[in-house]
């Protein structure tokens, strides 16, 4: 075992240059592959802490007097999926905008009168908090009569939704074309080697060595590429992830949302992915050499 690990620094050693360059184009590989999953991890998140809170706005139409709201209001309140009604004056509304905008005391001062409806405020069950089923929710509510709208920030919710599939596909096309050129750059790297040593093989086989014997060292090498240029490549998205954590506590935002790394399962999910790339661009170096052999 000493002297197959001896033989595969040996290796390693020769072509630095050759080796640098495969490990660090899988680094980028795995680094884009495990920056989205990231992203899209700390986005679901994201997402499940906003539909804990979900809340809906429901405006009640002008004129409905109050034995018809709170009939509204009951029948609200029996919907399966909505799991609180706060009835929300208009003058209550009025004094909450006022003070949200402390600094504009010049335009309420020329109201006539209040321009804010009558609403309700529902708090949606967690597991109808999805954009189907507020949507769904919405349509439902609005065809009940003495609603004049409903508002849950269905067009913020639908293009976050959007821009997230769009760059989870982006990144994993992106990671999918890395992982590719790094499987084709450690199958150049092993097949450069074995042309180099062609002759020393050719002997090898002469005096008995197996298959196995000859072809350990390059499939130990395509490996320690792989889970080399893996392990940098997570190391860089870790060192990125403390600068990003770090401004997040230094703005005051842990508290509202506090981004994740990678689980322990993830990154050796990642780590496995690159170090099987590895090994397939050797396999596939090998395959393709001893089909030359064979025919010349």
């Not at 679901?44 to 809170?53: A, I, N, P, T, V």
């Not at 029996?78 to 009604?85: G, Q, T």
Request: hydrophobic fraction near 50%.
């Amino acid at each position: 075992m000493r002297a197959l690990m001896r033989r595969t620094w040996l290796d390693l050693s020769s072509h630095k240059f050759l080796n640098l360059i495969t490990v660090i184009t899988v680094a980028l590989s795995m680094l884009i592959v495990s920056a989205f999953l990231l992203f899209a991890a700390n986005t679901g998140e994201l997402l499940d802490s906003w539909r804990r809170g979900v809340r809906m706005m429901v405006y009640l139409q002008e004129g409905l007097d109050d034995a018809r709201r709170r009939d509204l209001q009951q029948t609200l309140a029996k919907l399966p999926d909505i799991s609180e009604v706060r009835y929300i004056s208009k003058d209550k509304a009025l004094q909450q905008l006022r003070r949200a905008l402390p600094g504009q005391a010049s335009i309420f001062a020329t109201l006539r009168k209040n321009p804010l409806p009558d609403a309700f405020e529902l708090r949606v069950a967690v597991g109808a908090a999805s954009p189907q089923g507020l949507q769904e929710i919405a349509t439902t509510i609005r065809s009940v009569p003495g609603v004049s709208d409903v508002e849950y920030g269905q067009q913020w919710l639908a293009r976050f939704a959007d821009v997230t599939r769009l760059l989870r596909m982006i990144g994993y096309t992106m990671g999918g074309l890395f992982l590719a050129a790094g499987i084709f750059i450690v199958a150049n790297t092993v097949r450069l080697l074995l042309y180099s040593r062609r002759d020393e093989i050719d002997i090898m086989r002469l005096v008995g060595a197996t298959e196995r014997f000859i072809r350990m060292p390059f499939y130990l090498q395509g490996i320690l590429q792989g889970a080399l240029g893996g392990a940098l490549g997570v190391t860089v998205l870790y060192l990125a992830y403390l600068y990003v954590a770090g401004g997040f506590r230094h703005a005051g935002l842990a508290g509202a949302f506090s981004p994740r790394f990678l689980s322990p399962a993830e990154i050796g999910a990642l780590l496995l992915g690159s170090t099987l790339a590895g090994w397939l661009g050797c396999f596939l170096s090998l395959k393709q050499f001893s089909r030359l052999q064979e025919n010349g």
